[in-house]
């Protein structure tokens, strides 16, 4: 069975401050992630792709992958308020006939 | 103005009832998902359909079925096989196939 894990949260940040989101998936030759962003009640939307190991940065946006250690994570530097949302984890590879396999997501607050 | 619409936003459903739910795309994406969201748990995939007229189950497809007669339209059916089908059900396209997916506004179904 194929996981995407992450912690629930809610993960508290103060606004201004960088907000670090983890994930970690157990299909080892996994070879797609993405990051979406989804505010209550509303669908996901695609914030950040990264298909190969190290730093993707996209203006506050950095995304990180560590094949080694199967996580990546996702960095929101100088966070605002409206960053405040639940941000989930999404993984492909051959192995799950590259469909996505999701995570939980992680609830954000930036706190004023 | 290309997007994804489905409808109804809100449903609610008897006991015993087959009730469809609409999705409509005018982006011109070849691929088109149809996934389940609980609270608390990662989007789960139901059915997905790569080309008019074909379709493959995900890992929920018990209790649904689709069809794929146009390219712009994936209508997906929550029959009363579904024992717990009350969920946010969210349709997606992907234009590039690689994952990048664009969400629809989702319908929120709730059994009565």
């Known amino acids: 069975q194929k996981e995407v894990e992450q912690n629930s949260g809610p993960l508290s940040v103060p606004e201004g401050a960088i907000a670090s989101l983890n994930c970690t998936y157990s299909d080892r030759v996994s070879q797609s992630f993405f990051w979406y962003r989804q505010y209550s009640g509303k669908s996901p939307e695609l914030i950040m792709s990264i298909y190969s190991n190290g730093d993707k940065e996209d203006g506050r946006f950095t995304a990180q992958l560590n094949k080694a250690s199967q996580y990546v994570s996702l960095l929101i530097r100088d966070s605002q308020p409206s960053d405040s949302a639940t941000y989930l984890c999404a993984v492909s590879g051959m192995d799950s006939n590259y469909q996505l396999i999701w995570g939980a997501g992680t609830k954000l607050i930036i706190k004023p | 103005d290309g997007g994804i619409t489905q409808s109804p936003k809100y449903l609610f459903r008897k006991e015993g009832q087959n009730v469809t739910l609409s999705c409509e795309q005018n982006l011109n994406h070849d691929a088109m998902y149809w996934y389940r969201q609980d609270p608390g748990q990662g989007l789960r995939l139901i059915y997905y359909s790569q080309i008019v007229n074909d379709f493959q189950k995900g890992d929920i497809a018990e209790g649904y079925s689709v069809s794929r007669e146009k390219k712009e339209s994936f209508p997906l059916t929550v029959t009363s096989a579904q024992k717990n089908p009350t969920a946010f059900y969210l349709c997606?396209?992907?234009?590039?196939?690689?994952?990048?997916?664009?969400f629809g506004a989702g319908s929120r179904l709730t059994v009565l």
């Open positions: 997606a396209t992907d234009g590039a196939g690689a994952n990048v997916l664009t």
